[in-house]
């Protein structure tokens, strides 16, 4: 029963063309992250959300954004994607920002940019 | 400066033997994760270690944290093939990393027959 649920798996877009990822989570956790992971890298934390408060990370480009309508929904949109931005997009979540519990990561979505 | 080292950053091992790899931290914590990850796909998480001298295992892996040495080890036994994969620690610096993991740089590890 997957818990953390991305969509899609993989995307390909254009140099320029925006972009949206979806992320999902049956756990009802109260925080939800976007990772970037490049090849042979650690993933690499862009922003999150603790319920509706949304926290980035100083060296996240502005092209970047997030939505979170609601407790179980978060969306990663890069609104003119880059060479540079071809990667794989993690999304996890947590109960709280200062858990006992781990991190829940969803299956990734692989961006290619064409 | 919120720094996680691993060490070695690859590791290829023959099947049978035993090795250790090693996550040092910068400063205080006693919040450490630990993650496999298999080319192309995400994390899992495999240990979640939370007080100085804590210790789990999973089968062939073993994780313990020392606190005080600002250390933690994972210890493979008799390593297999499955046991292939991408390894990461993590750490919870909490409220002077804003309560976010750091994560370290990997140990790829390739077990061989």
């Known amino acids: 029963d997957a818990m953390v649920i991305q969509n899609p798996r993989y995307q390909v877009t254009q140099f320029g063309k925006p972009v949206t990822l979806s992320c999902s989570q049956t756990l009802n956790h109260n925080v939800m992250y976007w990772y970037q992971q490049k090849s042979s890298q650690a993933p690499k934390l862009l922003f999150h959300?603790?319920?509706?408060?949304?926290?980035n990370e100083a060296d996240t480009p502005d092209n970047f954004q997030s939505r979170r309508p609601n407790t179980s929904f978060c969306f990663l949109d890069i609104r003119s994607p880059g060479l540079g931005d071809a990667a794989m997009y993690l999304c996890a979540t947590s109960t709280r920002l200062v858990s006992t519990d781990t991190q829940y990561f969803g299956p990734g979505t692989r961006l290619t940019v064409l | 400066e919120l720094k996680v080292e691993q060490n070695p950053l690859f590791l290829s091992m023959q099947e049978g033997k035993n090795y250790t790899i090693y996550c040092n931290y910068s400063?205080?914590?006693?919040?450490l994760y630990w993650y496999r990850q298999d080319p192309g796909k995400s994390l899992e998480s495999l240990f979640v270690?939370?007080?100085?001298?804590a210790v789990k295992q999973e089968g062939r892996l073993m994780a313990s944290l020392d606190t005080k040495a600002r250390l933690s080890t994972l210890h493979i036994t008799a390593a297999v093939h499955d046991l292939s994969a991408t390894y990461f620690c993590?750490?919870?610096?909490?409220?002077?990393?804003?309560?976010?993991?750091?994560f370290g740089t990997g140990t790829r590890l390739a077990v061989r027959p």
């Open positions: 993590a750490v919870d610096f909490g409220k002077s990393s804003g309560d976010k993991l750091t």
């Open positions: 270690l939370l007080s100085n001298g």
């Open positions: 400063t205080t914590s006693d919040r």
């Open positions: 959300y603790y319920d509706k408060d949304f926290n």
